[in-house]
Every structure is written in structure tokens, then in C-alpha cells.
């Protein structure tokens, strides 16, 4: 990765003067980080902020008894604000944010984003549309738990996987659906099973298969 | 209300230059709405910026079955954004603002905060923190949903409204609790009963009177 990749994937470079896109480029950090790896640990740990060129990343919170939901997912040319939360103390809540897959990203330091979007207009306001996607994201998410049943909810979190992955069999743990959607790994693999007998989905082990889609399609949006 | 008034309870008024604050103070719109008026109804209705004088505002979300959950509350000097969404492109979802109380705001039109925001990075900057503060209310509320048993919320939720109101006996129906925490009508009788069992509350028609808050903090803390 050289800095001219990071000036054509960050989205308001050419609204920043010289002086601020120098002050960026002369402390950006480029990073590789496996699949699992946990980027991003709660409040007290002030990352900086995220731009992912390749890869895929989760963001969920965490119970007391050490629950997960996930609340949103970056893919490349994402940003994330929420590893920056040090930065506006209005934000108060603790995210953790972790590999899904092998990613390549950039690192902006808190101080040096925080200094330039203080003078800069476009710079706040792509923070606020950054923002706003977010809260649309986590808005979205209540709907879903308030007012949708767990057999829709995993209906569309298989079909939704299916599309990022691009693929019909998913390599993937009851444990870690039940992470994605704030459930417990029983009453996935008890749902799972009615869908299977349903001719919806096969299991194996690690694997779901999805054999109707159509299906999984109408369930998802009733 | 006169301008003054205004410039008194617009937090970032003195980072305005001349002709913004020209601006807003020539386009500003007051506005006095009883108790139960709706102010702002989903996305397609672009009412403005609110800012609210003296009063207490509401803002929820609704089901297609007409079921309501209370996403955060306004008070005195509150500015609300969403009833704006129209201003931000990312803002993608629908949300219904409602005066629990007589309430005396100012509406800023959206064409004049929009223009105002992208020339101004303190208007930007100020515009952020809003939202992440709101963003705060809404992760605090799924916390609440997915790790929090109904009867915690509840009673959270009838000591939030003693210390709104100042008082002890609260004139609420168990059809308003239900909107307010996502629930049903039948559910929160149910568990306003067993609370009345318990001695912490006592009910009579169309109110709720705290008898034990300190069992009820008990609760609500656990």
C-alpha cells in the first residue's frame, strides 16, 4: 500500500488543503491484520479511525455475560468512526471491532482527524454523513429485534451471507450466527433444523448449505 | 418569543458569522404545540431543525402493526436532527416526534442549516456531537432490549418519568408505558401488578404511584 492508494480511497482528500493532506500522509499507518483479530477494544482504547481497502470487518457490543450482537460490517472503502470514539465525547458506548477476513487497512490517528476536521467544513460534514449511514444501520437493527420474529432474522442474516460471500454454502459456526444476531447457539441450531426439515438449508459440520433460496427469500420478507 | 431568546439557546450562535446569523434569525420559525400534537411524521415530511424553548418532546419509531418504542425524549434547549432527515442523504430511516407536554420551540428551515453546515465547520462540528449523542441513546436502547428483562426496564423506565416530573405519582396509562419501552398493553399491566404485589407500586385509574423506589432502583439496577 503507498499513499496515493489512500488519497483515491478516502472520499474527501480533494476537499482538504495542502497542509492537512500533508499532516495526514505524514502520520497514517498501514496495516495487515488476519481473520480474528480483534482491531478495536471498547471505549478506553482510541484506535483511530479505519479506512479499509480490502477485507472485512464486524462491529457488535458485548453483554455483561459476554452476549454479542453485531451492529454493523465494513467492506472495502469504509470508514470507521466508532475505533475513533475518543474524539467526540458524545459518544458513549463501547464497540469492539474485529477481522471477519484478512484486511488491509489504514490507520488516521484521533488527534490528527480531530484537529482537521475542527477547520474543515467538507470534513465534518463527510463525518456526518459517515455518521447518519451508521445510525441508519443501528436504527434498521432495532426494527428488526422489536418487530421481526428470529426466523426472518436468520433467514436474511443467511441470505445476506450468501451474498457477501457469493456463494450458496457458507462456512459457518451456529455459534457465530447466533454472535451476528444477539442469540444463543441453541436456539439457532433448533431453528437452523426446522429450516433444514423445511428443505430450506442442509447442515453439515461448519457448513449451512442453501437449497432454497426462493424460500429463504419469501420467510425473510413476511 | 423574540430573537434574542434565540441566540440565547442556539449553542454554537457566537461561531456564526454575521450574514448566518442574519440568516436564520430572518428565516426562523416559533412555534407553540400542545401537549400531543405531532410534530414531525417519517421521512417524506421535512419539517426543520426543532429547538426546543420549554417543553418535552418525544421522539419514536413505528411497526406496520402500529406499535411504538420511545428512541430518545427532548427537553429544555434539546435540538433535534431527524425531524431534518431530508438533510442528509444517509439518513435512511422514519421517525415520529410528538409533544408529551405544552411545548414552546423554534423550527430553523433545512435549505438554511444545510447551506449554513457546509460552509461552517463549528455548525459541522456542533451538528456531530448531536448526533452522536442520539447515537449514544439508541446503543444504550438496544442494550436495553437485548440484554434487559422487561421487568428492569420498566422499572427504570417509571423512575426516568418520577425524576421528569418531580414526583411520585405519575398520570401515565399502561397503554403509554407499553409505546413507550416496545411492549404491549396487557404485558405491562401484568408486570405493574406483580410490581403492585410486590409494594413498589400502587395503581389506580390512569395513574402509577411509586410506594418503594428504592426496591424499584433495586431492580432496575440488577
Redesign the interface.
Given at each position: 500500500m503507498d499513499d496515493m492508494e489512500f488519497q483515491n480511497y478516502f472520499p474527501v482528500w480533494n476537499k482538504l488543503d495542502t497542509a492537512h493532506q500533508g499532516q495526514i500522509l505524514g502520520t497514517l499507518i498501514t496495516r495487515t491484520v488476519k481473520k480474528g483479530t480483534v482491531i478495536h477494544n471498547g471505549s478506553n482504547d482510541c484506535t483511530g479511525l479505519l479506512l479499509v481497502k480490502s477485507g472485512q470487518l464486524r462491529a457488535y457490543?458485548l453483554?455483561?455475560?459476554g452476549?454479542e450482537?453485531t451492529?454493523y460490517r465494513l467492506f472495502d472503502r469504509d470508514m470507521c468512526l466508532f475505533s475513533a470514539s475518543c474524539m467526540?465525547?458524545?459518544?458513549?458506548?463501547d464497540i469492539t471491532i474485529e477481522a471477519e477476513k484478512d484486511t488491509d487497512l489504514w490507520i488516521i490517528p484521533v488527534e490528527v482527524y480531530q484537529s482537521i476536521?475542527?477547520?474543515?467544513?467538507p470534513v465534518?460534514?463527510y463525518?456526518?454523513?459517515?455518521?447518519?449511514?451508521?445510525?441508519?444501520d443501528?436504527?434498521?437493527?432495532?426494527?428488526q429485534?422489536?418487530?421481526k420474529s428470529l426466523d426472518k432474522r436468520v433467514a436474511a442474516f443467511l441470505l445476506e451471507e450468501s451474498a457477501i460471500e457469493d456463494s450458496d454454502t457458507l462456512k459457518i459456526t451456529h455459534e457465530a450466527v447466533a454472535n451476528h444476531l444477539?442469540s444463543h447457539r441453541e436456539v439457532i441450531t433448533r431453528m437452523l433444523k426446522y429450516f433444514q426439515n423445511e428443505g430450506m438449508v442442509k447442515l453439515s459440520r461448519g457448513t449451512i448449505e442453501l437449497t432454497d433460496k426462493t424460500k429463504l427469500e419469501e420467510l425473510s420478507e413476511t
Open positions: 457490543i453483554s455483561d455475560e452476549r450482537i451492529i467526540m465525547r458524545s459518544i458513549q458506548f476536521m475542527a477547520e474543515s467544513a465534518a460534514n463525518t456526518n454523513e459517515l455518521m447518519a449511514t451508521r445510525f441508519s443501528v436504527m434498521w437493527l432495532i426494527e429485534i422489536m418487530w444477539g
